[in-house]
Nanobody
Framework: QVQLVESGGGLVQAGGSLRLSCAASGGTVSGYSMGWFRQAPGKEREFVARINWNGYSTYYADFVKGRFTISRDNPKNTVYLQMNSLKPEDAAVYYC??????????????WGQGTQVTVSA
């Protein structure tokens, strides 16, 4: 059973940067589509970014394009989300997820427990 553990969240000022990591254990995710999602209080979970199994294809939500970058290191079984130019509206719990086909908000074989990102104005 694959387990995903996110880390790297925290408090940052608007305009600052954070790098989230999602480490997989219990199995390899090298063949999986991996993604990042977020959920703010009172809101539904939303898609942020995803990356295909070999890292050659990425896709982003419009609201993070040009600011966030998703990447993966398959030998380390880890996916990253570099977040730059953070805005207060980026504050949320960030989750990573994995799926054999294509990870989406409604389809994921595995979910992490989330890491909190707080952005002060």
């Amino acid at each position: 059973q694959v387990q995903l553990v996110e880390s790297g969240g925290g408090l940052v000022q608007a305009g600052g940067s954070l790098r989230l990591s999602c480490a997989a254990s219990g199995g390899t995710v090298s063949g999986y589509s991996m993604g990042w999602f977020r959920q703010a209080p009172g809101k539904e979970r939303e898609f942020v970014a995803r990356i295909n199994w070999n890292g050659y294809s990425t896709y982003y939500a419009d609201f993070v394009k040009g600011r966030f970058t998703i990447s993966r290191d398959n030998p380390k079984n880890t996916v990253y989300l570099q977040m730059n130019s953070l805005k207060p509206e980026d504050a949320a719990v960030y989750y990573c997820a994995a799926d054999r086909v294509q990870v989406t908000t409604r389809r994921a074989s595995y979910w992490g427990q989330g890491t909190q990102v707080t952005v002060s104005a």
